[in-house]
């Protein structure tokens, strides 16, 4: 049965994480879930927007979005990006939790004629993929099983804290030991390595802006990986994507290392397994550095 | 300066806890800290940081208003949540130094000038403000040439080989930048959630 939910695509989808969400809108109709986007949706804010706009005006942001996902339809609002995710569904579950914010929240709001209940519930994507969707379901859609890859499964920080483990994210997995990417990995017929490092964090837009301060954090992700002889690492953070693949030539310049190990998003992976196409859905093409194994299967 | 907390001059201020409490985002939680260190020992750039969250903690208890905010503690979070999750006190230490991290800019602290994840966030929010979108190119752009001409240059030809790479793999684009339609009603509401936030002195 396909259902229709509210999709939140995020600043990153148009950017440095393309590949997400061109490999996202290929294999979640196959998975019975269709995609309509937020009306003119606007950035979160990520994790800076409230150090300089502040507390409420950040959550303005947000409030938003929440906004006109609401006027389109009561459907569950979802997301692939970590820091949409987080922002959205606290700026949400702050609303339904505090009779003050959401006031101050409507009154701003209210300048344009628009106006906020709370009455929606913001999902990850992958909570929605474990809780809604099922691995059974993603089984039953892998035509081309990823027999032989190995793949380091990175899930990163914001994807799970500080809600995967609470009601709302449906308990869909643990904080410091999650599971649900080892489990899309080995869905698609590819080996999940035992990558102890999955939640350790890369420095985020710390990495971005100072360099100096985060990249250390990516080069051990990096050794772990290759010690277990990953053919990929797996993630499904835009901006742990882009950190730790493209920082890999200056790791190697400042650290002496020399590692050139592909990055990509569970959804890549999916879309490979599920049969569509490497470039035109899967968007392999957009990784910096290319996975010939995965490219080949 | 324009200050929000009282005696803003005093580097011992008895109030400043009592503030914190009432008015950071999270801030009422705090009186449940009991020193654990769980956060200092979870945090994964801990090492990098004036001091951990559980000594911040302390020293907002002591009142040392000007040593939190000018420490480079509530610059250097990554935002992992790793203390958020830990803390067996539920105090949620990441929004609390994300908002204490704003007081420092509100006030006008030279170290809130000068901190990488000030200019970062000023040039972030310009964007997000102007075009309702995130445009990483400019961000970063304004980002490093905070730092001046000679400075900006420099960042922007070290990371000439990585904006290339993105472009080549078509996740950087050319043309102008990605802009919400109704930027003239985000800007409204933002405004007058930014008014809102003043009359309450505090983030919300």
């Given at each position: 049965?396909?259902?229709?939910?509210?999709?939140?695509?995020?600043?990153?989808?148009?950017?440095?994480?393309?590949?997400?969400?061109?490999?996202?809108?290929?294999?979640?109709?196959?998975?019975?879930?269709?995609?309509?986007?937020?009306?003119?949706?606007?950035?979160?804010?990520?994790?800076?927007?409230?150090?300089?706009?502040?507390?409420?005006?950040?959550?303005?942001?947000?409030?938003?979005?929440?906004?006109?996902?609401?006027?389109?339809?009561?459907?569950?609002?979802?997301?692939?990006?970590?820091?949409?995710?987080?922002?959205?569904?606290?700026?949400?579950?702050s609303i339904r939790g505090s009779e003050?914010?959401?006031?101050?929240?409507?009154?701003?709001?209210?300048?344009?004629?628009?106006?906020?209940?709370?009455?929606?519930?913001v999902r990850h994507i992958c909570e929605l993929l474990v809780t809604d969707v099922g691995l059974d379901a993603i089984k039953a859609q892998v035509k081309k099983p990823l027999t032989g890859l190995k793949v380091a499964g990175y899930v990163g920080c914001q994807t799970v804290r500080p809600f995967a483990n609470t009601e709302r994210a449906n308990k869909f997995d643990s904080y410091d030991d999650p599971t649900f990417l080892d489990d899309f990995t080995q869905a698609c017929g590819a080996e999940a390595l035992p990558?102890?490092?999955?939640?350790?964090?890369?420095?985020?837009?710390?990495?971005?802006?100072?360099?100096?301060?985060?990249?250390h954090l990516i080069k051990e992700l990096l050794e772990e990986a290759q010690k277990l002889g990953a053919d990929v690492i797996s993630t499904p953070c835009p901006l742990c994507q882009t950190n730790v693949e493209m920082y890999q030539p200056e790791i190697n310049k400042r650290f002496g290392t020399s590692f050139n190990i592909p990055v990509v998003f569970y959804s890549q992976l999916m879309a490979v397994a599920f049969g569509l196409d490497p470039v035109k859905d899967a968007g392999l093409d957009q990784n910096i550095i290319k996975s010939d194994k995965l490219l080949g299967m | 300066m324009n200050a929000l907390s009282p005696t803003p001059s005093r580097a011992y201020d008895l109030n400043f806890a009592r503030y914190v409490y009432e008015n950071i985002d999270g801030g009422e939680r705090l009186r449940m800290c009991m020193q654990c260190g769980a956060c200092s020992g979870s945090c994964p750039i801990g090492q990098q940081?004036?001091?951990?969250?559980?000594?911040?903690?302390?020293?907002?208890?002591?009142?040392?208003?000007?040593?939190?905010?000018?420490?480079?503690?509530?610059?250097?979070?990554?935002?992992?949540?790793?203390?958020?999750?830990?803390?067996?006190?539920?105090?949620p230490i990441t929004y609390i130094l994300h908002d204490l991290a704003n007081l420092a800019v509100r006030e006008g602290f030279d170290a809130a000038k000068k901190a990488d994840n000030a200019r970062f966030a000023k040039a972030f929010m310009w964007s997000a403000r102007k075009y309702g979108r995130t445009d990483e190119r400019l961000v970063t752009g304004i980002y490093y040439f905070s730092f001046g001409l000679v400075e900006g240059m420099k960042r922007g030809m070290g990371n000439q080989k990585i904006a290339l790479n993105m472009i080549k793999t078509k996740r950087m684009h050319l043309g102008m930048p990605h802009a919400i339609k109704a930027k003239d009603e985000l800007q409204k509401i933002l405004a007058k959630a930014q008014e809102i936030q003043d009359r309450h002195g505090k983030g919300a």
């Open positions: 049965m396909s259902r229709t939910l509210t999709y939140y695509p995020g600043c990153s989808s148009q950017a440095s994480a393309v590949h997400l969400d061109k490999s996202l809108r290929a294999i979640l109709p196959p998975l019975g879930v269709q995609l309509r986007d937020i009306d003119d949706w606007n950035c979160c804010g990520a994790s800076v927007g409230h150090i300089e706009a502040g507390h409420l005006a950040n959550s303005a942001l947000s409030a938003r979005n929440l906004a006109n996902a609401k006027a389109a339809g009561p459907e569950d609002v979802v997301t692939p990006c970590a820091a949409c995710y987080l922002n959205t569904h606290y700026v949400n579950e003050q914010l959401k006031g101050d929240l409507n009154e701003a709001l209210g300048v344009v004629g628009k106006s906020y209940d709370g009455s929606l519930h990558f102890k490092m999955r939640t350790h964090c890369c420095g985020g837009s710390v990495s971005v802006m100072s360099p100096d301060k985060g990249l | 940081m004036d001091h951990g969250p559980r000594k911040l903690f302390m020293m907002i208890r002591a009142g040392m208003k000007e040593a939190v905010l000018t420490s480079n503690t509530i610059w250097n979070c990554v935002s992992c949540y790793n203390c958020v999750v830990r803390c067996p006190r539920k105090v």
